[in-house]
């Protein structure tokens, strides 16, 4: 403005080109901050991209074996024989000696105190890692001989944090199985106890949610881990402490979707909230990674073992 005032005196401008030129100058800011941030948002890309290429360079720390099979759908039957692991660094094993046998359709309780080695079953039993000593097999073959894809394509895994994308609900249910129709999802929905709420929302089964289901409750993305282990349909389940952390009217809601979740389904059932045990068929007691008691809860809660000392403390 003080050039422009200059240059009117100067008699080399008029008022009005001035004040046009003002004007035109307003225009510029928003354009010339977006170059500002340009550097910014290039930098930010660099960075993600690089992230990204080196997770597609990771080399996993299992591979499948050179004789690996694929197996199709499995029957269901798990068996651990004498299984030893201790994670790198520790001190101690994390399980020892660990022997079990699943039938086909049976609901089997691990529980015990923190640290006791219980989630370790769980990721042994996916191949995160390799036991240093025994056997774990389905349908009577060893888990190392069979390709990771066809194993894991067998085995649903509902967590105590459930994994959530940045997506639409019906994605997020949906990742459980690639074939899955829109039906398919509604109807694993229905039987998760998800379908009413996932309709009550802006844009139902097409409402954006954020990473780590930002926007639901905790009963409200455990139920939509169930519709999607609904929807995979596998006949081995692993949950892994499906109800920590939930109220107790959130608990009693999600008592009737993982009923119906684990119904046919050979189920390992990972907890320590012992209201959960009552409906398996047998209970494992674990203790500094070994077995200390074993049998159907009804006749552990009689006996006068570690079971029964567990339900005294939860009282």
């Known amino acids: 403005m003080g050039l422009g005032v200059w240059e009117i005196t100067s008699g080399r401008i008029s008022l009005g080109g001035v004040l046009a030129f003002a004007a035109i100058l307003t225009y510029l800011y928003a354009p010339l ?23 597609l360079d990771a080399v996993p720390p299992l591979a499948d074996a050179p004789d690996a099979r694929r197996l199709a759908r499995a029957w269901g039957h798990v068996r ?14 994390a399980v020892q000696g660990f022997t ?129 282990a609904m929807v995979a349909n596998t006949p081995v389940l692993v949950l892994d402490e499906p109800t920590a952390s939930l109220d107790s009217h959130t608990f009693d809601r999600l008592l009737g979707p993982l009923r119906r979740l684990t119904a046919g389904r050979t189920t390992i059932l990972i907890t320590h909230d012992l209201r959960l045990t009552a409906n398996a068929d047998r209970v494992l007691v674990l203790s500094q990674g070994r077995v200390v008691e074993h049998g159907p809860p009804g006749e552990l809660l009689a006996a006068s073992g570690p079971y029964r000392e567990l339900h005294m403390l939860a009282r």
């Open 33 to 55: 901050q977006e170059l500002g941030q340009l550097r910014v948002m290039v930098s930010a890309a660099t960075t993600g991209s690089e992230r990204i290429i080196e997770l």
């Open 80 to 93: 651990l024989q004498s299984v030893g692991f201790a994670y790198p660094g520790a001190s101690r094993p």
């Open 100 to 228: 079990v046998d699943v039938q086909q359709g049976e609901l089997l309780a691990v529980t015990g105190a923190s640290g006791a080695g219980k989630s370790t079953i769980a990721k042994l039993l996916l191949r995160f890692y390799d036991p240093d000593f025994g056997r774990i097999a389905l349908d009577g073959v060893d888990i190392r001989h069979l390709t990771l894809e066809s194993l894991r394509s067998n085995i649903a895994l509902v967590q105590q944090e459930t994994l959530m994308f940045h997506g639409t609900i019906r994605d997020n249910i949906g990742y459980g199985s690639k074939t899955a129709t829109d039906q398919d999802i509604v109807e694993a929905a229905k039987a998760a106890d998800a379908h009413e709420f996932i309709t009550a929302l802006p844009a139902g089964y097409r409402t954006v949610i954020g990473q780590h289901g930002h926007g639901l409750s905790g009963g409200q993305r455990q139920r939509i881990a169930i519709a999607r």
